[in-house]
């Protein structure tokens, strides 16, 4: 027990919290949207978002490419990858119900996962960047200067992906699609094709959240499930398929986080965070932003 | 004569009568402390009863529920605790039927706002948060818990493989025979009936939520039992091993891989799936979590229904559907 943090130090923690928070919100809004379409908790994407903060390790490491620069590179390679994804397997088994598509999102994480601990070993890495210390002061508050950036990233991914969903031709059949698949049909909308869109956008997301690990955490192989979890909860808050929910729970569970860390204790953190998506799942199953229309 | 013995409707009786005759006799054939089947058979068991205890909930009643390895962990934690203290002997029946009370319990506490509330992918979510918070409770549980570092016990009381495979024997055919039972009665009718429509089972005065608790404890009863024999066969629980998610995702693979909401079906998918992971583990160690992954993606491809759907046909599982939706009808 610390005790209440002074404002200063509450600031702080609600600064690091919300910065944090982002991160969780990025790889949210990528489940967020997979869920809305295929209505499958996509479980790998913590394994996928992995792939991609090693991706970034790789190109640093052996061509120092920097990682910024580099996330240019990863955003259509990992589109292409979750097109085919989509196509060669989610599709396949997509009439058979939600079970073999969950065991396939399993059996991809098991597999990833496995390849990546081969390929990279199961070592930890960092990637540490001539910025990577870099600290902003802010009066008396210091803001990493990594983690101040990945949230601008994050923040600019969401508006983006906000932007495409609701003024984009595509974006507005993904959300008919995710309304109702069968009336969205009915007007001409493939929703194979849209399903296929989606899907390669929220894996580009947690791309994108990989980028964003690779230069904020160490990580190794087996970071991602816990990750998925937490990016799980994040959705649970805003209310599964809603996007700009996800990014709002995200940056809640990360305060969340800090502030049991803080006031608590760091190992009790997790099990706050838990309890809490427990509280709002049973108080308000739709989420935080939940719409009040039940879906049949 | 023999024909009409070995027909559709008894041959499963058979094959079962004669598996189970093996599974008693062989550990008196061979070494039991050198066999390697032996070992794998006693951990098949285990298997096979976690992933019925899964079918009856996610499978019979339609309740997906992520977090049984919190169930696993309170067996594993009540029976280490209590031998710590000296109430319970090494393999003590005792110790083993008040773990699987204890969870039965946590499980009815739990359920009751959880299942009331919570419906399809919410309440999938609700459960995986169940194992992780009491993961957290335990690493922070002082000395009762032993903290992170677990409980150790004193492993000098290990004499033999026998036992642990009898019971191990033991506690499968009980699950396999309590699953059995229940779904032959009123009660298994209504859990199926709440899996297909929840409205319509209320609506015929079906107390939707008394019987979902019920799948639920009995669930957490079964999968407690197992987590009970693993403490007394690692000698050492520590909470990032028996509240690993391993012990709730790897019983699902097996009962989606055999088919969900079958009798045979986890039965089925236990044995291959761990005959997969042994095997794949002894020819080639080093790709062996990489071989599973890719095994489970083939398999889900090619049967997305389970293997028992292959055996036995679309055609016929879509008529024995029909029948008991129409004995439902009848019989409300």
């Known amino acids: 027990m610390t005790g209440f943090p002074s404002f200063a130090v509450f600031l702080k923690i609600l600064i690091n919290g919300v910065l944090v928070g982002c991160m969780y919100g990025v790889a949210a809004i990528g489940l967020s949207l997979i869920f809305g379409c295929m209505e499958i908790v996509f479980i790998a994407q913590g394994a996928v978002m992995i792939l991609g903060a090693y991706c970034i390790y790789w190109m640093f490491t052996l061509t120092s490419i920097d990682p910024f620069f580099g996330f240019l590179l990863i955003l259509p390679v990992f589109l292409a990858f979750g097109w085919l994804m989509y196509t060669g397997l989610f599709q396949r088994v997509a009439k058979a119900g939600k079970n073999p598509s969950l065991l396939l999102a399993f059996g991809l994480m098991v597999l990833l996962e496995h390849v990546m601990s081969l390929v990279w070993s199961p070592n930890t890495r960092t990637v540490a960047t001539s910025y990577s210390a870099l600290a902003l002061g802010l009066g008396s508050i210091n803001i990493s200067f990594t983690r101040l950036m990945v949230s601008l990233l994050a923040l600019i991914t969401t508006g983006l992906v906000f932007l495409f969903l609701k003024k984009t031709m595509l974006g507005k059949a993904v959300r008919g699609v995710s309304e109702d698949m069968r009336a969205a049909a009915l007007l001409g909308i493939s929703p194979i094709w849209v399903s296929a869109a989606t899907f390669s956008i929220g894996i580009a997301l947690a791309g994108i959240a990989g980028v964003a690990t690779s230069i904020t955490y160490p990580f190794d192989p087996y970071f991602g499930f816990l990750f998925s979890l937490k990016a799980l909860i994040a959705v649970a808050f805003g209310g599964l398929g809603s996007v700009e929910g996800a990014l709002l729970g995200g940056v809640i569970l990360g305060v969340l986080e800090s502030l049991s860390s803080y006031t608590i204790s760091a190992g009790w953190a997790d099990a706050v965070a838990y309890v809490a998506f427990l509280i709002v799942l049973i108080l308000r199953p739709r989420g935080l932003l939940g719409r009040s229309v039940e879906k049949i | ?332």
């Not at chain 2, 393999?91 to 699987?100: E, N, T």
């Open chain 2, 1 to 332: 004569m023999i024909g009409k013995v070995l027909s559709m409707r008894n041959s499963g009786y058979f094959v079962g009568l004669i598996l189970i005759g093996f599974c008693v006799t062989y550990p008196f054939i061979v070494d039991a402390e050198a066999s390697y089947l032996v070992y794998f058979l006693f951990l098949t068991f285990i298997y096979v009863t976690l992933a019925q205890g899964w079918n009856l909930v996610a499978g019979y009643t339609g309740q997906v529920s992520l977090g049984q390895h919190a169930f696993f962990g309170i067996g594993c934690y009540m029976t280490a605790i209590t031998w710590r203290a000296g109430w319970t002997g090494y393999l003590d029946p005792l110790a083993m039927l008040m773990s699987g009370i204890g969870a039965a319990l946590v499980a009815i506490v739990i359920g009751l706002p959880l299942l009331a509330k919570l419906r399809g992918d919410y309440f999938a979510l609700g459960t995986l948060g169940l194992g992780e918070i009491l993961r957290v409770i335990c690493i922070n549980g002082g000395g009762l818990t032993g903290g992170a570092v677990g409980i150790g016990i004193e492993s000098s009381a290990y004499k033999s493989m026998s036992p642990y495979y009898f019971i191990a024997l033991l506690i499968a055919l009980i699950a396999l025979a309590s699953l059995w039972l229940i779904m032959r009665s009123n009660i298994g009718l209504a859990l199926v009936a709440i899996r297909e429509d929840e409205m319509a089972a209320a609506a015929n005065g079906i107390g939707v939520l008394k019987y979902k608790i019920f799948a639920f404890a009995v669930g957490a009863f079964i999968t407690a039992l197992c987590g009970s024999l693993h403490a007394y066969y690692i000698f050492h629980i520590h909470p990032a091993g028996v509240y690993s998610l391993n012990w709730a995702i790897t019983p699902i693979l097996m009962t989606i891989l055999g088919g969900t909401g079958t009798f045979w079906g986890p039965i089925l998918g236990a044995f291959i799936l761990a005959g997969a992971f042994e095997l794949a583990n002894i020819w080639m160690p080093e790709l062996h979590p990489i071989f599973s992954g890719a095994f489970i993606i083939l398999v889900t491809l090619f049967l997305p229904d389970g293997i028992v759907s292959f055996f036995a046909g679309h055609r016929r599982g879509i008529l024995r559907k029909l029948s008991l939706f129409n004995w439902i009808v009848q019989k409300t």
